[in-house]
Every structure is written in C-alpha cells, then in structure tokens.
C-alpha cells in the first residue's frame, strides 16, 4: 500500500489538481474526481465528496465557473470550466509547487 | 477584478439560496448514480452494493452538504435569521414593552424625519419639472446693504442680452385680477404676466389649446390668456372647446388660448398667465419682476455665474450711483421667492434638536431593553460560557434592537407623511393661498435614506449599548455571581440622575400642553365684545392699473375719487339688500392682530413711547358693530373732514394708560414706530368704547381708534352685519359688488369670527401635535421609571428574603428597600415642578388658577404613585417568598 501525504497537503493540492484537470477539458463533478484519481495513480484517494466544497471555493474566487450541460447518457450535470485568472493561478501554484519540490529535493539529496 | 467576482459569487450565492441547495443536492445525487454505475460496469457488482460502496467513497454526505453551505456563507444568513426569530419573538412576548418602545421610537423617529424633510423642502426643494434643477433665478444683490433689490425690466432686458449659458431667460410679474365670465360671475384669480419662454422653462405642454408663444408679447397684440386647470374646471365647468371663447381679466377682453393641465401652476401658485409685454422705452424703474431661466446643456452653474458676473460688471459701469453695489447674481429656482440661506443656521439647529430628541429617546427605550436584558443575564452567562463570544451576543441583542427599530421607523415614516400632509394643509387654511407648487407631501428618497440611518443609530443605541455594559464583565464572573445570586447590576447614582431627570421631563411636558392649549382656548374664545358670528366680513381691492403697468386714473386723487365713489356705491347697494342691517370697514378686523403704535400723552411724561394697538375705521364702525360708545361721543363723518385728529380708545387703553382716569378731553400724539418722527399734532380723546378683540403681541389690549375714509384706509376689510347666517350672503356680496364694477376684488369672503379663528388654526394643530407628544413621553417616561424601578427592587429579592428570615421587621426592610425610589422620585417631581414654574413665567401667563393648581398636585401625586406602586408590587412579592425558595432565586 503507497505511503500517503498529510491531509493538510493533500487539501492544498486538491486545488491545484483540481485546476489542472479543468485546464485539459470542462467536466462534471463525479469526472473530476475521476479523473484526479488516475491522474494521481490512486495516490489521492479521498473522500469524494470533500471535492464540492473545494469547487464551490474556486468558483467563489473566481478561478473557475459552472454552468448546466448535459452528459454523454443525457444527464442533467453541472459542468466546471476553468476561467482566465484559474489559469494564471494554476501556472504560478504549478511553479511554486516545482520550485518548492525542487527544493525539497536538494535538501533530501544533501542528508 | 477578482474580488469584485467572489462578491458577486458570493451574493449570487446567499440571495439564490433555495437554487444553490437544490443544485448541490442534484450534483450530489448525479455523482453518487455515475460512481454506482461506474462500480457496476468495472467491478461487476450488483446496484445495491454498487449504491453502497458509492455512497463509502463519497463520504458523509451531509458533513459535505455543512461544508459546502458553510463556504456559502449561509452559516452566517443562519445565525442572522435565528437571531430575527429570536428579536421577533421577544416583541411578542413582551407585548407591553414593545407598544412602549415602538411608540417612543416612532416619534422619535417621526419627530426626526419631519424636521429633516421640512428643512430639504425649504432649503433645497427639488422642483417637480423636467429637470427642475437645471431651472436658475437671476436677482441683484446689493454687496454693500446686503439685501436683495428687485430687478425691473431694463435689468432683465440686459441679462437676457449678455447670458448664454442660461437660456430661455425669462421674466414674470404676479398680480391679482377678477376673471369675469359671460355669465357675470366675477372673481379674483392670482395671475401672471410671464414672457413665453417661461413655458419652455418649465417644459409643461398645454392640455388644451397652446401656451404663450413671443408673438404674445408684442405691445399692442390681441389680449389673450391662458388659463389654470382649476379656472377651467370651476369656472368654465371643464369646457372642451374653451380655447377660442373671451373673458374679461380686470379690465381687459381677453382670449382663452390655451389651458394648462391640473398640477401647474408656475412660477409659484398661479392659475392664469398673460403675456409679459416689456415697454423697452420704460424699463428701467418698471415695477420688480421674477427673472428665471434654464441653465444651458452645456454649462454649470459656475460657468453661468461667471458669464453673469461679467455681464454685472458691464452692466454697472453705465450704472447710476445708488445702485454702484448692486450686482445679478445666479440663484436656485425657488431662492428668488425665499431666502432660505437667511433660516438655514435655524433649521440646522432644529433637526441637531430633533435628532437629539430621538437619541433621548432611544436612550429611555435602552433603559427598557437594559432592564429586559439583565433579567435574561442567566441566560447570556450560560451562552458565553457554552462558547458564544461576545461579538456574538452583542449582535444578537443589536438584531433585537433593529427589530424594534425598523417597527418604529414604519411607524414613524407613516407618522411623518400624516404629519407633513396635514402641516401642509394647516399652512394653506392659515394663510389662505395655495403653497408654492414645489412643496410635496411625500417624503422624499433622501428622507427616508435618512430615517433608515436614524433607526440604525436608534438600534445600535436600544441593541449595542445595553449589550456592551451586559457583557462588560467576563462570562465566568457572571455566571458565578448569578447563580449565587444578589449581585449583578445595581442602579446607582448615575440612574438617580437620570430618574430625576426623566420625571421632571415627564411632569413639564404634558404642563407645557397644557398651558399652550389654553393659550389657544382663550385666544380662541375671546371676547371680541359684539357677536361677531353674525357679520360677514371681506377684504376689497381696486385695480389701480392695466396689466400692462399703465395707471388707470390720471392722479393719486382720481384714483381715490373713484375708490370713493365705488365703496359708497357698494355700500349703497349692499345695505339695500333686506337680509343687510348694516356695513362698515376698518383696516383690521376686531378678533386679528392689530400693530403697535407708540403714543404720548398730552401731560404725562411717564406715558410717553407707550404701546397702544391701532386699528383705523370707518365712522360708522362701533355703531354698526353695536358696540355702545360708553363715554363721551362716537366718530361722526364730519370727524373726517374736520382736520383735527380725534381717537377713541378702548376700556383697556383707560385702565392700563390712565389707571381709570377719564380720558375723555385728553389729547395723545401717535407714531407707527418708536423711531418714526413725532407728529405735530395732536389727537383728542373723544370716546371710550369696550374692548373689541384687538390682538396684539402680548395680553396687553390698550387700543386707539382713528377714524379714515375708504380711500385713505391701507386696507379695506368690510364688516356687514347679516340677519340670519352671514355665510348665505357671501355669494350675493360678489355678484352686488360684480354689477357695481366687475374689476372691483373681493377676498377672503368669511363670516366675522373666522377671521380671527384662521389665524388660530396653526396654533390649533400645534397644541394637537403637542398633546401627542406629551402623551407619548408620559407613557415612555411612566414604563420606563416602572420597569427601572421594579427592576432594582426585584434584584434585591434575595437580599429581602435572607432579611426577613432573619428576623428583620418587614415593615423596616420595606422602608430601606423604598428609600431611595422614593428619593428618585421626589427630587424628579420637585424639579419637574420648578420647570413648570419656570414655563409660566416664561408664557407671562396669570398665575394658575385653584382647579390648575389642584390639577398640577393631583398630576404630581399620580406621578409619585405610580412610582411608588413600581417599587411596592415586587417588594411585597419579595416579603411573600419563603425563605428556602430564596436560596433558589437566581440559580
């Protein structure tokens, strides 16, 4: 069974999964979640319901926005689609998450 | 603009709140069907244990649906609607409480709200015309006197040369005309010679017909008016084809052109128009005209007043010397017909007085909601202590005091636009003419932004303040002491003062009204010495000139020949009508204020520059009025004629000048003002009369009757003694006085006693408006001192109880507990008294009379029993405990 990482950092990096996802398509809640499951190999099993409040906090800060569509079996579903600012963010967090790791790397490399 | 979306969101999100719960339900049902059958497809498992291992994965659902709600904000809408339920419960509960402050609020409220509205309506009404604001006045100031000075023909003509940024510039002159109509009937309407372009100032197209155009304004053009709304309906019955038919305006034939419809009467309350046609030849000097204009699209008022003080400048360098200082300058619309800058300090003070009147209120209304709330301190500890912080409490108490507030304010707007409706229609019947057409019984936008920042300050003073002293000490600390009991709040020397200080309050106002209203009473029901009610009375006016300006009689002396001629003509025709027993004139009317005049006394130093009230009157005038000469002779005509001044003075002017001397023989000097020159001759006292109603600034009545010919008089009211009701004349006065000459005007056509009674009417409504709100603050001030009182005393309920079980005598621990209640009140009554001394010396009013006195004492006993009764009721429920009940109070 894989190690997992502390839930606070998984919150943070819920965010930023989350982003990312929506930069590659619009989708649906339940996609999401799916999609950050494989996305992060099972690494990132989680409630999944932990997932709305985190969208309702983007959507509030305006990095992403909602709209009604309908599914591939013609299912009335909220769609997510990340907005400009989303994606500005997302290219920062992306860059402090590297140089963060980076960092993190060189320490771990130097003991 | 990041923050501007989340707000959005975040509003979009509070306000949609059934939307957003049934979108996050739908999403989470969506997501739990797609995970189940996602499990199904993949792993093969059957719907029921798809379902279940789904809903695992999902993790609890309504700890999600918290989560998501709390990201909402919706906690917060929570808290605050629990918080409404709450507040609203307590009014109900404590219904008394709540009738108590709401009225005390209310008027506060109210109270506030008129002031402020009055004063948006007399320094900065809006003017209910298309773009009212852009509508400017010009006058001439004089720099050096500091007054204004009126503005006649060649000023407006010069003005109208050099503006540009100010179009339409436009003049008008009011007057006073009777219309005369085919039928014969003929009455006075408030007119106006106005240039055409005032229509275009006040935007306002025709109803009927068309408005003056500048073709008008051609001397020597057809006559032709255009006619009011109220005209059209009443005296032409509301005639469609009214546009084309002649009437006579004083008189001159004149043509109906147009009819404007019902609301306007610009520039002030008009309800006829003419054209203004300007003799350029005779402008300068031409009487005083209203000049008013658009400010132009393009410019603002400073540009405008530039433009016009250049325009001053050159204007001025050709001007003669008196008028050196005097330069045009820009004014709001409605400053050309009222300085308000000259009230505006008083106004201003007015509603700083008003407000603080509503803060003294909201201060009493704390002291309830202070009392309420430490009855309820068991549970506010409890509540701290269970983790609500004290933000938390205050806001809750505060959510309490909003609740009260806002009931207070809808009353208290409702109030307000009673108030200002029937103020408004008081003013009109006082004085007799419409208010200018600006005026609004409405409460304008602002106001009631207003009246919400007051019910806010109201709220934070009634919520936050108790709170604040409620939660002062730390929860522990009250907690503890609450469930040991005793304790907590105490009233002390603070609230002595502010006891005292509330009954005084209480006692002088509802003495205040009282005294006001028999003021009114008695000047109401004043015996004007003859039965008034049994004449009819009007004012006559003659026409002197064209409407023009040009004079109808050669000379001053034609002029008061014909005025002669018409009143005995009249006068003639009048008393030959069967129902007339007699007529008569004076420039002020017996039962309305008379001025001061200043006399000397022939012998006596020490009369000198006395006050006398002064009427003039016809010769026949007391014997008409049946009122007997009771020394000496009446006037007689040949007293006109005769050059040697005689007088008749009144009982009064005898016992108050001549200390009962007989002043027949006597002779006086009089003068209008104290620094008006001293008249060579001398008058002759030749009769005594009794008083016969003069009004004057004080209860001094002392009087001076000179007699004057209908020509000479500064005003011509009539007095024509009726058999039967007066009132059933006053349609057959017009029409004689319409045949003896059409032009000749007649106002204010009333019976006798109504014409001092209209003066009244204000006064009327003053003493209402009073009575309410002295009946207002009895109530506020009574439940207050009760509640405050009942209060401390009930706080001491434990303490009383351990006494007696002591063993104390309950009579002493009566005594002990009352002492200071009773010290409260009486040093509140004894201050309260010196008030109302204090207010009947100020009214300069006879000393109070033995049923007032006893009134006054029965008032103040009243007082001290309700007090007493605040502080006996839980003071004999506390002697009534048992002693091991005791122990349990409180905790």
């Known amino acids: 069974m894989p190690s997992r990482p502390p839930v606070d950092a998984l919150r943070g990096s819920l965010d930023l999964l989350v982003l990312k996802t929506l930069s590659l398509s619009p989708m649906h809640g339940w996609g999401i979640s799916q999609r950050v499951q494989q996305m992060s190999d099972g690494e990132f099993a989680m409630n999944q319901g932990s997932l709305y409040p985190a969208l309702q906090r983007l959507e509030q800060d305006g990095l992403i926005t909602s709209d009604w569509g309908v599914t591939d079996n013609n299912r009335q579903a909220r769609y997510y689609r990340i907005t400009a600012a989303g994606r500005r963010r997302l290219g920062k967090e992306v860059e402090s998450w590297n140089k963060f790791s980076a960092a993190l790397e060189a320490v771990l490399k130097t003991t | ?891």
Request: proline share 5%; glycine share 8%; aromatic share 6%.
């Open chain 2, 1 to 891: 603009m990041k923050w501007y979306d989340a707000v959005r969101a975040r509003l979009r999100l509070l306000f949609a709140r059934q939307a957003a719960e049934s979108r996050m339900n739908q999403e989470f049902r969506l997501h739990l069907e797609l995970e189940a059958e996602h499990l199904m497809h993949v792993k093969g498992l059957p719907p029921d244990e798809a379902r279940r291992q789904a809903m695992m994965a999902f993790g609890g659902v309504e700890t999600h649906k918290e989560a998501v709600r709390d990201g909402r904000g919706l906690a917060w809408f929570d808290r605050f609607s629990l918080d409404v339920k709450l507040a609203v419960r307590l009014l109900v509960r404590y219904p008394l409480l709540t009738l108590v402050a709401v009225a005390g609020m209310a008027f506060g409220i109210a109270a506030g709200v008129c002031g402020f509205e009055i004063r948006t309506q007399i320094v900065s009404p809006s003017i209910p015309l298309d773009e009212g604001s852009r509508i400017v006045g010009v006058r001439n100031w004089d720099g050096e006197r500091v007054h204004v000075v009126g503005s006649d023909e060649s000023d407006f003509i010069a003005w109208r040369e050099q503006l540009t940024l100010v179009t339409d510039l436009s003049a008008a002159r009011a007057f006073q005309r009777n219309l005369i109509t085919d039928d014969g009937r003929s009455e006075a309407v408030a007119a106006a010679a106005m240039s055409a372009s005032a229509f275009r100032v006040a935007r306002v197209p025709p109803l009927l017909g068309r408005t003056l155009v500048e073709a008008d304004e051609h001397p020597g053009g057809p006559s032709v008016i255009v006619i009011g709304h109220d005209i059209w309906r009443e005296r032409f019955a509301g005639d469609p084809d009214v546009v084309g038919r002649t009437v006579r305006l004083g008189n001159e034939q004149t043509t109906v052109v147009g009819v404007m419809p019902e609301g306007f009467t610009f520039p002030v309350n008009h309800d006829a128009w003419v054209p203004l046609r300007i003799n350029a030849a005779a402008a300068a000097g031409s009487p005083a005209l209203l000049v008013f204009g658009r400010l132009s699209r393009q410019a603002s008022p400073e540009q405008a007043r530039a433009e016009l003080d250049a325009a001053g400048l050159r204007i001025a360098a050709g001007s003669r010397g008196s008028r050196e200082h005097v330069r045009p300058e820009l004014v709001p619309f409605v400053r050309l017909f009222f300085d308000s800058e000259d009230v505006r300090i008083g106004l201003n003070l007015g509603n700083v007085f008003l407000v603080t009147l509503m803060l003294l209120v909201a201060a009493n209304v704390a002291l309830l909601m202070f009392a309420r709330a430490t009855s309820r301190e068991s549970e506010i500890a409890v509540r701290s202590a269970l983790g609500a912080g004290r933000g938390r409490i205050v806001a809750q108490l505060f959510i309490e005091g909003l609740a009260l507030a806002a009931l207070a304010a809808g009353v208290g707007l409702a109030v307000a636009r009673f108030a200002l409706r029937t103020g408004q229609a008081t003013m009109e019947l006082n004085s007799g003419q419409p208010l200018p057409f600006w005026r609004s019984d409405s409460l304008t936008p602002t106001t009631v932004i207003y009246a919400l920042a007051l019910t806010i300050l109201g709220a934070t003073i009634i919520g936050v303040f108790p709170a604040l002293k409620i939660t002062r000490s730390g929860g522990q600390a009250r907690l503890r002491q609450s469930t040991a009991g005793g304790g907590g709040f105490r009233f002390g020397g603070v609230w002595t003062v502010v006891i005292a200080l509330q009954i005084a309050t209480t006692l002088m106002f509802p003495a205040a009204a009282f005294f006001f209203h028999r003021w009114v009473v008695a000047g109401q029901t004043r015996d004007v010495g003859f039965p008034a009610d049994a004449y009819l009375s009007a004012r006559l006016d003659f026409d002197r000139e064209s409407i023009a300006g040009a004079p109808f009689d050669a000379t001053e002396q034609a002029f008061n020949a014909r005025v002669r001629r018409l009143y005995s003509e009249l006068v003639r025709r009048v008393v030959a009508e069967p129902q007339v027993a007699g007529v008569t004139f004076a420039d002020r009317l017996p039962g309305t204020g008379h001025p001061d005049w200043q006399i000397d006394l022939d012998d006596e130093a020490r009369a000198a520059g006395r006050d006398v009230l002064s009427a003039a009157v016809a010769p026949n005038f007391f014997e008409v009025l049946g009122a007997p000469v009771l020394a000496g002779r009446g006037f007689t005509p040949a007293d006109l004629e005769s050059g040697r001044g005689v007088v008749i003075v009144n009982q009064s002017f005898v016992t108050e000048i001549l200390g009962g001397r007989n002043p027949v023989g006597r002779r006086i000097r009089l003068r209008p003002a104290e620094d008006s020159p001293i008249p060579e001759t001398w008058r002759e006292i030749v009769g005594v009369v009794r008083d016969l109603g003069m009004i004057g600034n004080d209860s001094r009545q002392a009087g001076v009757y000179q007699p004057i010919s209908p020509e000479q008089a500064s005003a011509l009211r009539l007095a024509i003694r009726v058999r039967g009701a007066p009132q059933a004349f006053a349609a057959r006065l017009q029409t004689v006085a319409s045949e003896v000459e059409p032009t000749l005007q007649i106002h204010e056509l009333m019976p006798l006693d109504a014409v001092g009674a209209e003066g009244w009417v204000e006064s009327q409504y003053m003493s209402r408006v009073l009575a309410v709100l002295s009946a207002i603050a009895l109530l506020l001030s009574l439940t207050t001192i009760y509640s405050v009182l009942a209060f401390t005393v009930a706080r001491r309920t434990r303490e009383i109880g351990i006494r007696v079980t002591l063993g104390a005598d309950r009579r002493r621990v009566l005594g002990t507990i009352l002492r200071r209640p009773v010290a409260q009140v009486s040093l509140g009554i004894a201050l309260g008294m010196v008030l109302v001394a204090l207010i009947f010396a100020g009214l300069n009013e006879s000393a109070p009379t033995a049923t007032e006195a006893a009134l006054i004492v029965v008032y103040s006993m009243l007082m001290m029993g309700v007090c007493l009764l605040a502080g006996v009721v839980p003071t004999r429920r506390a002697l009534a405990v048992e002693p091991a009940d005791v122990l349990r109070i409180d905790a």
